[in-house]
């Protein structure tokens, strides 16, 4: 597109979804060192501590069930979770991170509904329909010589 030079960098930008910065930054280094300038650079950041085969062998732990792994409820926290991974692939996270693996392995927050065990669902049918009104009655107000 450069060599081309039919466009603005503007143009350029608004074509591709980037910046014009963006474009700047390439143009000047494309006049600067031509194609072999504009190769990409590789990752960007840190590379990651979990390796894709380890990540499937995480998402099959953790599809066994929390009960599978010997915890004693069927609910997965972020500690259980770091520990699984501790035990399947040696690698150590912080609680507080284990959610960046689980959304990169599409798993989402799920909470369980909160219900008491003890709830009577019979005794609350039967309030609802003869004690609970959706309309409280309404007291007659004082009217405007209560305010003095």
Do not use: C
Request: hydrophobic share 40%.
């Amino acid at each position: 597109m450069f060599a081309a030079g039919r466009e603005t960098q503007g143009a350029i930008a608004r074509r591709l979804g980037v910046s014009r910065q963006s474009v700047m930054r390439w143009y000047q280094a494309w006049r600067a060192g031509g194609r072999e300038a504009l190769r990409a650079a590789g990752r960007a950041g840190r590379k990651p501590r979990l390796a894709p085969k380890q990540l499937a062998r995480v998402d099959t732990a953790l599809r066994e069930g929390p009960r599978a792994h010997g915890f004693s409820t069927g609910l997965w926290t972020l500690p259980r979770v770091a520990l699984v991974i501790k035990r399947v692939t040696g690698v150590q996270y912080h609680p507080g991170h284990v959610w960046r693996l689980l959304g990169a392995l599409d798993w989402t927050l799920q909470r369980p509904a909160k219900r008491a065990k003890e709830r009577n669902e019979t005794a609350i049918r039967h309030w609802v329909t003869t004690r609970w009104q959706p309309f409280p009655r309404l007291r007659a107000s004082a009217g405007p010589r209560a305010l003095r």
